[in-house]
């Protein structure tokens, strides 16, 4: 029995020993060995001194919660760009009518719109499976469509004609 005792003692410590070693012998969880490289490349890139103003068009007007939406997309670019890139708000009515703003953007008379794709219906029918269709996908089955099954490249091109 106390043979027994010691070879199973043998064995754990020996099972723990090689546990060890094999961990110590593998590199840091995560570790990729291309990020010094990236890192070496990120030195040399010097950012652009250049700066951008857009207008945003858009059917809201100011206090509805999609206008703030609009808002806080374009505080949130200035913050990312370094304020390199200003993105100003024309609520329905100040550049362009309500129903414009695809127009507008599509003419060059604005460089981005903040819309609802059902508004374009009458454009090109397929804008309909971009907006909100009933008793259709849920987030997450429409971020699947979107991101995983092509859903984003249809609308590229779509947005794109």
Not at 80 to 86: H, P, T, V
Not at 131 to 156: C, H
């Amino acid at each position: 029995m106390i043979k027994l005792k010691n070879l199973l003692s043998i064995l754990a410590v020996l099972s723990f020993m090689l546990t060890i070693a094999s961990f110590a012998a593998r590199e840091k969880f995560g570790a990729d060995l291309r990020h010094e490289e990236v890192k070496k490349k990120l030195r040399t890139i010097k950012p652009s001194k250049e700066e951008f103003k857009w207008k945003m068009v858009m059917p809201w007007t100011e206090g509805i919660l999609f206008y703030d939406m609009a808002q806080h997309f374009a505080d949130t670019v200035a913050l990312a760009s370094g304020g390199r890139l200003e993105i100003k708000l024309f609520p329905a009515g100040a550049l362009v009518g309500a129903m414009e703003s695809f127009d507008a953007v599509s003419k060059g008379l604005a460089q981005i719109g903040h819309d609802w794709p059902g508004y374009w219906k009458g454009k090109n029918e397929a804008f309909v499976a971009f907006a909100s269709v009933p008793f259709g996908l849920d987030t997450e089955g429409y971020n699947i469509w979107l991101y995983e099954r092509g859903g984003l490249k249809m609308m590229q091109d779509l947005y794109g004609q």
